[in-house]
């Protein structure tokens, strides 16, 4: 008999094929369909504009129901898809306090970064966040997408910019709200952690009227509240993953506050205090470290300014200062609200109207208050909006105390030298806070139905993301030391609010992004050809995208250091692609595809794509694609933009050559220090293009068994990266304040303070360069497995979802990196790590009204090397690589070249106590297992967290409770 197509529309972008998921179903069509009772719906699978009956298409697709996310026991969405097996190096968490985008959530499919996944919401663009990850990549934060909003979330796994066009190099991920809604529905849940912090409560309405069948309408609203209490670092001390005491592992004591070696012997302390470094040292020889005794080993040249410390306490390490403000998980809070209409039209004519508004308030920082500068300051950066870099504002030459002058208000020297001042500026808040509120807006029109033969769908939308900044905890250099020479400022506290305000000033920032967008497919079939029907579809594309993110004022005119990174641009993209599919063959699907896109920043990319599908028998199907792929430069990379960032650790080149940091005329606290470096745009960038290849076959051996597997290489050419990161002939060229007085080895192998032969590196500037090629393969494996127990116990579902990487290799200007199972790309990725293997496995049991899930998430060791950044000695892979120093000037211990594998256990469970009430109970890290050390990444809540924060975040958030309800009326 002949298949005739029902007329439906055909441009709706969205997932609807089976695939892998740790609660997710993915059981292949042609199993589904060997009852043979039910009838035949055509639907639109991601990767095709053309609808079709078998849903396991020639590209793997991903599908996440309402019902999965429920099962799943997570709060937001942040957390559940960054348990994806697909979900590799480059993700961003929102435990990486230290990210440009912090508290913000970004999926990187493939391990190709942020940047190469496309995030759809009901099959559009969206606009990205208004802060680009690592100052960069654009991508779309799912962290406040509300769950009572999703009607399912669906990723392809392949590339499909053919579709699609720019950014979908690794795959798409396509978020579908809720179409409609009857009745009501309350529900509320709270939770909380074991070992304290993290409580988190969430609340949500959904009303909705109107039968599209019977009424011809709907409309309907959901809204959401979520409150996550923040975990400090200070909630899990006692951990080995949360110490800055690193002695008793063959390492460096970097607790705040005690001196050692690597800080000359003075650091800041519990309490503010004066040292004179001309003052006498003490005769003989240490014998701690076999060298002549200094200045800094004699306490008549500290004058400690309260009770709090004194010398023999602070050389015993007994004036620590407690880190009580760096968050291991930011506190946060969400009010998202969606409303929707749909109407029927004469005809088979739909229109759809919805509109969101999605707000997250969130605060992150840097951890201890800022610190007084002891010797001098070297000044601020000011970079302006057209590109230009002003160093050395407000650099001051000196910032130490004559004897016998005033110390800020109540306090003198009374040493007999110039003495320097150390300690925390009081009075102000955590170093580098920002309170964000990022508010995601969302007004889309879709219209659906069949005209002269064509399936259409016509859509149109204005969305945006802006992201207001409230900062605090900068310092006023010049401000804060014209108060301490006039004796007005207290170094012990009790200033006033107006006084503290100008030492350190709070002042605010607003970004914004923008796209509105334009969408018109049509589809038909056109004859029959072979052994099928030859069907056509076509659409047209626009968007308009604006990127409004100025620097703040005072970062831009340099009274305080640098804030956030600031971008101006836009960019126009008009695109028409097509679609053919035929059966020539009887059991073969083949379509082919393309895309020509126009860019007014760059000009025009072409991308094709053609896959197949051979299907001899319900049991088995072999299936393959090829496509090209291309991402666009945007406007942080060709427009008008600029930042400031630092990653890893070096010796700097004048003031410790030889990185011995008692080797003679060595500036120690300048071997391994991490420099800052300036981002700057570049006009003629390309865009990376890609070549990707998908071969894979799907099995149905008996019923309810589903077994898929799938290969995948893809080749990303011209990749736009910063030459300071991943360029191997980069030398650095460190603009330098003036020579200024520094401690310095001496010749007998004392330290004393002397001046300097060239200044401090201020920074080195980084230009974007197409240098950048990645080629990376893998498999990725789905078994799923549905079948009812006996005499009547109910059902068992069980999945299991698994991605391995053969190849991850990086080349840059001809020198090539293999990166899999290493803590590589870090330049590229955040030092998110690069492990080869990830997968995910859950167990339901449904029996009547009660419903368990237990879910397991596996995560591969990996090497905390990274070549690509020249971290390829395992003796030194903390500094080399993240930049810190907990085996600096020692041998690291083998042990920690490993980042060792990290398994959670997830428990949920839910209980219909009637139609209406349904009960849940859910304990997420039931085992609570705790995070392996990772010491080669940055990407976390800074020195004293040494894990992967991307990875491994539900062990640092510990065993999770939480209880919640639901009732539809």
Not at 58 to 65: D, G, L, M, R
Not at 308 to 321: K, S
Not at 389 to 397: E, F, Q, S, Y
Not at 437 to 466: F, H, I, P, Q, V
């Amino acid at each position: 008999m002949k298949l005739r197509i029902k007329p439906m529309p055909v441009a709706i972008l969205q997932v609807i094929a089976s695939g892998a998921f740790s609660v997710a179903a993915l059981t292949p069509a042609m199993a589904q369909q060997a009852s043979g009772t039910e009838p035949v719906q055509r639907v639109v699978v991601t990767g095709s504009l053309i609808s079709r009956t078998d849903t396991e298409t020639a590209t793997p697709v991903q599908v996440i129901t309402a019902a999965d996310i429920q099962r799943s026991g997570k709060t937001s969405v942040a957390e559940l898809l960054s348990d994806l097996a697909s979900n590799g190096a480059g993700t961003l968490g929102t435990g990486f306090s230290g990210a440009f985008a912090n508290g913000a959530s970004g999926i990187s499919l493939r391990g190709l970064s942020v940047g190469a996944t496309l995030v759809l919401l009901d099959g559009h663009r969206v606009a990205p966040y208004a802060i680009g990850d690592d100052a960069q990549r654009s991508f779309v934060d799912v962290s406040n997408i509300p769950f009572d909003a999703i009607e399912s979330i669906e990723v392809l796994k392949a590339g499909a910019s053919s579709l699609y066009g720019s950014d979908a190099v690794a795959g798409v991920v396509n978020i579908k709200l809720k179409k409609s809604y009857n009745g009501t529905r309350l529900s509320a849940e709270g939770g909380t952690t074991q070992h304290g912090g993290g409580t988190t409560k969430r609340a949500s309405f959904s009303t909705g009227f109107g039968d599209l069948d019977a009424d011809g309408y709907n409309a309907f609203v959901t809204a959401e509240y979520r409150r996550q209490g923040g975990i400090k670092i200070s909630d899990r001390l006692g951990n080995d993953w949360n110490d800055r005491d690193w002695t008793a592992r063959g390492g460096n004591n970097l607790t705040l506050g005690v001196p050692t070696s690597l800080n000359n012997m003075l650091t800041q302390a519990n309490t503010p205090y004066l040292f004179n470094p001309s003052g006498p040292a003490l005769p003989g020889t240490n014998p701690a470290t076999n060298q002549p005794y200094s200045a800094t080993d004699n306490p008549v040249n500290y004058q400690f300014l309260n009770s709090n410390c004194d010398f023999t306490r602070y050389r015993a390490g007994q004036c620590a200062v407690a880190d009580n403000s760096s968050f291991i998980q930011p506190k946060t809070e969400n009010v998202n609200v969606l409303a929707g209409f749909t109407k029927k039209l004469a005809g088979d004519w739909e229109m759809g109207v919805k509109g969101s508004y999605f707000r997250r308030e969130s605060s992150n920082n840097r951890g201890v208050p800022p610190v007084f500068s002891p010797t001098s300051f070297a000044g601020n950066t000011a970079l302006s909006p057209d590109g230009t870099l002003t160093p050395r504002v407000g650099a001051l030459g000196a910032t130490t105390f004559p004897a016998g002058s005033a110390v800020g208000a109540g306090i003198t020297n009374n040493l007999p030298g110039t003495a320097r001042l150390y300690g925390y500026v009081p009075g102000t808040a955590a170093a580098s806070t920002s309170d964000n509120t990022a508010t995601a807006t969302r007004l889309a029109l879709d219209l659906n139905g069949t005209a002269y033969g064509w399936d259409m769908r016509l859509a149109g939308g204005l969305t945006e993301s802006k992201v207001e900044i409230d900062y605090s905890g900068y310092i006023d250099r010049n401000a804060l030391y014209n108060s301490l020479r006039s004796g007005t400022f207290n170094v012990l506290g009790g200033n006033s609010q107006a006084l503290t305000d100008t030492i350190s000033p709070r002042f605010s920032n607003t970004n914004t992004s923008k796209l509105n967008y334009a969408d018109a497919t049509a589809s038909r079939e056109l004859t029959q050809l072979g052994a099928g029907p030859l069907i056509f579809a076509a659409g047209l594309h626009w968007h308009k995208r604006e990127w409004d993110a100025p620097p703040s004022a005072l970062t831009a005119n340099g009274q305080v250091a640098s804030t956030s990174p600031f971008v101006f641009g836009s960019e126009t993209n008009t695109a028409a692609f097509a679609e053919l599919q035929a059966t020539l063959i009887k059991n073969v699907e083949t379509s082919i595809s393309g895309r020509y896109d126009r860019f007014d920043t760059y000009g025009h990319s072409f991308t094709p794509a053609a896959n197949f599908k051979w299907t001899p028998s319900k049991q088995f199907a072999l299936r393959g694609n090829f496509a090209r792929g291309f991402r666009a430069p945007n406007p942080a990379e060709s427009g008008s933009a600029g930042s400031f960032f630092s990653y890893n650790a070096i010796n700097d080149p004048v003031l410790c050559p030889t990185g011995d940091t008692k080797a003679v005329g060595s500036v120690p606290i300048y071997c391994s220090f991490t420099p800052v470096f300036v981002q700057q745009t570049s006009k003629n960038l390309s865009p990376e293009k890609s070549k990707s290849y998908d071969l894979g076959i799907v099995l149905a051996p008996i019923q309810g068994l589903g077994i898929t597997f799938d290969y995948y290489k893809i080749e990303l050419s011209n990749q736009i990266v910063s030459a300071a990161t991943s360029d191997p002939n980069y030398v650095p060229s460190f603009v330098r304040g003036a020579p200024v007085q520094m401690d310095t080895v001496q010749a007998d192998g004392s330290i004393a303070s002397v001046l300097s032969p060239v200044g401090p590196a201020l920074y080195a500037t980084s230009g974007y360069i197409n240098a950048g090629k990645t080629t990376t393969s893998g498999i990725e494996a789905a078994i799923n497995y549905r079948f009812n127990l006996p005499d009547g116990m109910g059902s068992l579902r069980t999945d299991l979802s698994a991605a391995h990487t053969f190849d991850y290799t990086q080349s840059v200007n001809g020198v090539s990196y293999q990166l899999a199972g290493t803590q590589g790309p870090s330049g590229v990725g955040g030092a998110t790590g690069n492990p080869k293997n990830r997968a995910q496995f859950s167990l339901t049991w449904a029996r009547g009204p009660l419903d368990v899930t237990t879910s397991v998430n596996y995560t591969s060791s990996f090497s905390s090397l990274d070549p690509s950044v020249g971290g390829t000695d395992c003796a030194s892979t903390g500094t080399d690589v993240g930049g810190r120093n907990y085996f600096a000037n020692t041998t690291q211990p083998d042990s920690y070249c490993r980042v060792a594998s990290f398994t959670t256990t997830n428990l949920n469970l839910q209980y219909k106590v009637t139609p209406n009430l349904t009960l849940k109970g859910t304990i997420l890290n039931v085992f609570d297992k705790a995070p392996p050390i990772d010491v080669g990444t940055y990407g976390n809540s800074g020195v004293q967290t040494a894990y992967n924060a991307s990875l491994h975040q539900a062990g640092a958030v510990g065993r999770f409770f939480s209880l919640g309800l639901g009732y539809t009326f």
